[in-house]
């Protein structure tokens, strides 16, 4: 059985702080879980940033990891979350992909009751049991009754 793969997108690759610290802890629940976790600043560490269109030539590797990807976990942390998260969130709803949302911060950031986000941001999960694919800590990751350990054991 081939393992499900998972496009990790997240603001956690811009300070080396958050690169060396707080990534290492998602791949490493994801991939205990028994997923293949691609991660785009890892992924992209390579490129030269001082040769002109090196950001389109990241943007277009994203998102061709994207495409080729089962599903995304997003980490949607923030005030509002991270645009380039919220760009590949997008479009992963568009590509109909399992998406999986995770989000310790506890600032809400909404005009909605129902939901602690924007509520675009829910699209892509279920109407009915859209916080079985929402997550509050790290040790929810691996929970048995959440929709991520279901997905990936199937």
């Known amino acids: 059985m081939l393992n499900k793969t998972l496009y990790l997108a997240s603001p956690y690759g811009f300070s080396e702080h958050s690169r060396l610290k707080l ?4 791949i490493t629940k994801l991939e205990f879980l028994g997923a293949k976790v691609r991660e785009p600043f890892a992924r992209n ?3 030269d940033t001082s040769i002109p269109g090196w950001a ?5 590797l994203n998102l061709n990891d994207l495409r080729q990807s089962d599903g995304l976990f997003a980490i949607v942390n923030g005030a509002p979350p991270d645009e380039g998260v919220m760009i590949e969130l997008g479009v992963a709803i568009a590509l109909e992909k399992p998406i999986f949302l995770f989000r310790d911060d506890f600032r809400k950031c909404t005009d909605s009751d129902e939901y602690p986000l924007n509520l675009m941001i829910f699209l892509g999960l279920p109407a009915d049991s859209w916080s079985d694919y929402y997550y509050r800590s790290l040790d929810e990751i691996s929970s048995k009754n959440k929709a991520i ?3 990936l054991k199937n």
């Open 45 to 47: 560490s390579n490129i």
């Open 56 to 60: 389109n030539k990241v943007a277009c």
């Open 149 to 151: 350990y279901k997905w």
């Open 23 to 26: 990534l290492p802890d998602f």
